[in-house]
């Protein structure tokens, strides 16, 4: 029943279907339909919070089954990989809530997203109830973090990352010590390594201050209370050692530290908090195309939500043919097309022939190369990756409210990454010329890459 033509179709996938065009239609059918009804979702975490999104469907009748359960089940998966739960509950629409249970439960399309949503992250099943709609008013999360809150004290702040560790010391907001330590942490199956590691970043910050106030922190992964949920870093210790050494690794920390404010966050949370800081201003989405996509936000009070924003795994092409994500098995998620898998897709496509056990860094670096040479097929790489970003940013805008997007990672830089941003504006001012006026494009000045990230860690601690 919907057939969606963007106006800017990408260079090298003609068959893309972007979802905020996909959306759009619906709505307008639910819209415009006199039994179209009002539903509102809710993400629930144990802890209390609560997240809610009401919009419209299309009547509950054989004729519209098929498409109001593909709306509602893209709309679900991109509230949990963008918001985290372990509770679905949904008011308006009993019929979807008994088919996503379903859909969502063990051996079906999304086990994955089940378990991972579920048990991993939260350390209980994930379930979908229905609900009145008087009982699903949004719950206003307590603040995570304001970026606009003074820098002062004696703070240390961190940034873990795959490579190399940085950390740097502040009095008052001015760095008074910055360092860069190489590591292997990835395959390190000894949690003491990464302790150690932490540890003595740590000590060397501190020998540079009177004393220390707080201690703020970065890495990739999810992180919920200052427990590392999943984390690239620890992905060589077992489950086991997990769960005994490294789930409490910065509590314990903290009380090693005489129980000072010690925060840790995801790091796409913490790369917005440095851009917001940067640009002197809120409402900041922050999107790393890198060895896959990473993202952050900072709301338009200068909050960090405390959402997951992994929107590696929120879907931005609905074509049932989408490709397909090797590690959940879902189609058209956004790790497709803003990371160097993308690069590493597109490239065939593009007739540029590259040997089979080249690594996805190498197929890059291949295309830079390329690029900086001006090859046209280089180009159209970089062209197809920016229109897939302009109509995923107005996928992006109807949950968060920014006015900066933040644009980083390898994938985005050089030649190819202006012709990313250059093909993104074009789409945004053809097909959603309210969002062309409003967003602007930033990326890290040279003072950010260097030591913003281990200083906007620093900020996180509330003294």
């Known amino acids: 029943m919907i057939k969606v033509r963007p106006k800017i179709r990408p260079k090298l996938d003609l068959e893309f279907v972007p979802a905020a065009l996909w959306n759009r239609f619906y709505l307008d059918l639910a819209k415009g339909n006199s039994m179209g009804r009002v539903v509102r979702f809710a993400i629930e975490r144990p802890e209390g919070e609560r997240w809610t999104f009401s919009t419209r469907l299309l009547p509950a009748t054989p004729e ?129 390594y990464h302790r150690e590691g932490i540890e003595d970043s740590l000590r060397r910050a ?63 949370d913490v790369t917005a908090i440095a851009g917001a800081m940067a640009i002197q201003d809120d409402a900041v989405l922050g999107i790393s195309m890198g060895t896959s996509q990473a993202a952050g936000y900072i709301d338009p009070n200068g909050s960090v939500t405390g959402w997951l924003n992994e929107l590696a795994f929120a879907p931005v092409d609905y074509r049932d043919e989408a490709p397909v994500d090797e590690w959940s098995g879902d189609v058209g998620c956004g790790v497709q097309y ?38 046209e097929r280089a180009a159209s790489v970089y062209e197809t990756i920016g229109t897939y970003f302009g109509y995923s940013i107005a996928h992006y805008a109807e949950f968060y409210d920014f006015r900066h997007l933040l644009v980083l990672g390898r994938v985005s830089s050089g030649e190819g990454g202006n012709l990313i941003l250059g093909e993104a504006r074009k789409v945004l001012n053809t097909e959603f010329p309210e969002l062309g006026d409003k967003v602007k494009f930033q990326t890290p000045d040279e003072k950010t890459k260097r030591h913003g990230q281990a200083v906007a860690a620093a900020s996180l601690p509330r003294l």
């Open 64 to 192: 519209f089954r098929e498409i109001n359960f593909k709306y509602c089940e893209r709309l679900t998966k991109f509230l949990l990989w963008a918001w985290g739960g372990p509770v679905v509950r949904i008011a308006g629409a009993p019929e979807i809530v008994m088919k996503l249970r379903k859909h969502y439960s063990e051996g079906m399309s999304r086990s994955f997203d089940a378990g991972f949503m579920g048990q991993t992250c939260f350390g209980q099943k994930l379930t979908f109830e229905p609900a009145d709609f008087n009982s699903l008013q949004p719950r206003k999360p307590q603040v995570q973090h304001d970026s606009s809150s003074s820098l002062r004290g004696n703070r240390i702040g961190f940034d873990l990352g795959g490579s190399d560790r940085k950390c740097a010391a502040l009095v008052d907001g001015e760095v008074v010590f910055s360092e860069e330590i190489k590591w292997s942490p990835y395959f390190e199956s000894d949690p003491s």
């Open 338 to 375: 803003f990371s160097q898998q993308a690069v590493g897709r597109l490239l065939p496509i593009a007739g540029i022939e590259i040997s089979e056990d080249a690594t996805l860094p190498e197929r890059l670096e291949v295309l830079q190369a390329l690029m900086k040479d001006g090859d």
């Open 206 to 268: 501190a020998e540079h201050l009177p004393s220390v106030d707080a201690i703020g922190g970065s890495a990739a992964g999810i992180y919920i209370n200052n427990e590392p949920r999943v984390g690239s870093l620890f992905r060589g210790v077992s489950a086991e050692n997990f769960e005994r050494q490294i789930s409490n690794i910065f509590k314990d920390l903290k009380k090693e530290w005489n129980k000072i404010p010690f925060e840790v966050a995801n790091d796409g």
